[in-house]
């Protein structure tokens, strides 16, 4: 899945370009009216640093992008706006962002001020005082709902079960990564993206640092029930073979325990004789098999259908136009 031959020189002529300590990466959906606070947070963020920041606008159906255009001017942010032609995912946009960030470190954000900018430096000084790869902030107290909890831990939980990780990590949406890892995780062109998995894949060097997690003010999550589903599906089945594997240990232990059956009722048939079962039991039995058979069919189904729908080369993202900002001048390219 990911290309980890991709040519060395094309990759140092990148690392060249890195005229920015790090960059600030933001995905941004549905979030008109958090974009000014947001603005004006990240433009009073005390740093001796250089630094940028890169906003996805994730195809947003409300005005983001337009407030966007119109707050940067009032800021002195060195920022670049990329839009998506359609909603694409998060963890899309964040590749999106890797594949055009200048900063030695890479630093995600989510949008609704959940994660609050003035933590950006301690984890960017975090990474760089102990020289890890990727650093996640490990909220002291999450200000999610919680459904929204529950589903979290659940996706931690199995990233951790699947996901060749060093340790037990909470894998939040916080993240600093440095540029040479974030490159090769971008060099991944699958549809189906998530970027911890990828991380994951490319280095064992990960660490967590506390951090503030504030409540959502305005507006309400982008991550609905349906949208952690699908997290879930790209976890179990595009970085582990473990469900295949599980689906044929059940699919052998059922057989055994069928085989099994048919030799206790061949015994009772020799000493009892012949008795008539009960109806209900081999209702529930057939219910049970049947259930099982479909289960590991759609498991087979799913790894089936990604592959298809890879080969049929379905795009991970596709951008509209970037608009690069700078306090003194602006340009918009195609």
């Known amino acids: ?58 195809g947003s159906s409300d005005n983001s992008y337009e407030s966007l255009i119109k707050n940067l001017q009032n800021t002195s942010l060195e920022a670049t706006l990329i839009r998506h032609t359609r909603n ?16 030695k470190y890479l630093i ?9 900018p003035e933590e950006i430096l301690r984890i960017y000084n975090y990474a760089v005082d102990k020289n890890i790869d990727v650093v ?11 459904w929204r909890n529950l589903g979290s831990k659940f996706a931690n939980f199995t990233a951790n079960l699947l996901l060749d990780l060093p ?61 952690l589903i699908r997290l879930w599906l790209n976890i179990f089945t595009n970085f582990s073979l473990m469900p295949l594997r599980l689906a044929t240990i059940l699919g052998c232990f059922m057989a055994f325990s069928g085989f099994v059956g048919v030799i206790i009722v ?40 990604r592959v298809l729908m890879i080969v049929g080369g379905k795009p991970q993202s596709n951008i509209r136009n970037i608009y690069k900002y700078s306090p003194k001048s602006s340009k918009k390219f195609k």
């Open 266 to 305: 061949l015994v009772e048939s020799l000493i009892i004789g012949i008795v008539v079962p009960g109806w209900l039991s081999m209702i529930c039995l057939i219910l049970l098999f049947g259930g099982i058979q479909c289960l590991l069919i759609g498991i087979s189904g799913e790894y089936l259908g």
């Open 167 to 227: 340790q037990k990590l909470y894998l939040s949406s916080f993240r600093c990564v440095r540029r040479e890892i974030a490159l090769e995780a971008a060099e991944y062109k699958g549809p189906f993206v998530y970027i911890d998995g990828l991380l994951s894949q490319l280095t064992q060097s990960i660490g967590t640092i506390t951090v503030n997690h504030d409540k959502r003010v305005i507006g309400k999550s982008g991550y609905t029930l349906r949208r």
């Open 1 to 58: 899945m990911l290309n980890r031959n991709i040519n060395y020189f094309k990759k140092l002529n990148k690392l060249k370009d890195n005229y920015y300590d790090y960059s600030i990466i933001i995905p941004v959906y549905h979030s008109a009216q958090i974009i000014p606070n947001l603005l004006s947070r990240l433009n009073k963020l005390a740093s001796n640093k250089k630094w940028e920041v890169i906003f996805i606008d994730d």
């Open 108 to 116: 995600n954000i989510d949008d609704d001020l959940q994660n609050p």
């Open 136 to 146: 996640y902030g490990d909220y002291i107290i999450k200000q999610h709902s919680i």
């Open 88 to 103: 694409f995912g998060d963890h899309a946009a964040i590749l999106t962002a890797y594949r055009h960030a200048k900063g």
